[in-house]
T-cell receptor, first 112, second 114 residues
Framework: GQQLNQSPQSMFIQEGEDVSMNCTSSSIFNTWLWYKQDPGEGPVLLIALYKAGELTSNGRLTAQFGITRKDSFLNISASIPSDVGIYFC????????????FGQGTRLTINP | GAVVSQHPSRVICKSGTSVKIECRSLDFQATTMFWYRQFPKKSLMLMATSNEGSKATYEQGVEKDKFLINHASLTLSTLTVTSAHPEDSSFYICSTDRVGNIQYFGAGTRLSVL
């Protein structure tokens, strides 16, 4: 099925460093969502973006909805150990049941 | 707090048996719920869209008779894996739409078929 192109696939950083990941798509989405998944758990919503160009923050997290509505990025500042996990972007389809299309995920590992 | 409750969190069953997974929306009425499957180190793959009071809509390649979905009330959808085989072992996750068309996910169910 359709997937978003999410990069990087994995990141190994030192505690305190900033993190940046992004997603691109050939399709336009009305809504972009960023989720974090811990091992053995379901994804947890981090940030939701509704408007092209929108920049939204949630604590140390900042995400932007691209102007073309085909891309989004997520930044994490001053990473801490609990940021470890897999981050997924998701675009919500405009038509029909408004299904989510997921990126492949970015696995974040933090060295203390 | 949790928006969606999924049960059980883990189930081990013998090959050939059927397993039912429940997904409940806790504080709102959900006309639509979604069922996903996730393989290790992979992204979520949508299996079907569960519609309250009507038949589920399955994604291409997902066997309807294998993965039975029932959405009999506005707060409960169930996924039954029938005649389970080891290749059905996976992580199954449900989600539901809420205000703003945002999907909130359950904690997932780890199915292991022996």
């Amino acid at each position: 099925g359709q997937q978003l192109n999410q990069s990087p696939q994995s990141m190994f950083i030192q505690e305190g460093e900033d993190v940046s990941m992004n997603c691109t798509s050939s399709s336009i989405f009305n809504t972009w969502l960023w989720y974090k998944q811990d091992p053995g758990e379901g994804p947890v919503l981090l940030i939701a973006l509704y408007k092209a160009g929108e920049l939204t923050s949630n604590g140390r997290l900042t995400a932007q909805f691209g102007i073309t509505r085909k891309d989004s990025f997520l930044n994490i500042s001053a990473s801490i150990p609990s940021d470890v996990g897999i981050y997924f972007c998701a675009g919500q389809e405009i038509q029909g049941a408004q299904k989510l299309v997921f990126g492949q995920g970015t696995r974040l590992t933090i060295n203390p | 707090g949790a928006v969606v409750s999924q049960h059980p969190s883990r189930v081990i069953c013998k090959s050939g048996t059927s397993v039912k997974i429940e997904c409940r929306s806790l504080d709102f009425q959900a006309t639509t719920m979604f069922w996903y499957r996730q393989f290790p180190k992979k992204s979520l793959m949508l299996m079907a869209t569960s519609n309250e009071g009507s038949k589920a809509t399955y994604e291409q390649g997902v066997e309807k008779d294998k993965f039975l979905i029932n959405h009999a009330s506005l707060t409960l959808s169930t996924l039954t894996v029938t005649s389970a085989h080891p290749e059905d072992s996976s992580f199954y996750i449900c989600s539901t739409d809420r205000v703003g068309n945002i999907q909130y996910f359950g904690a997932g169910t780890r199915l292991s078929v022996l």
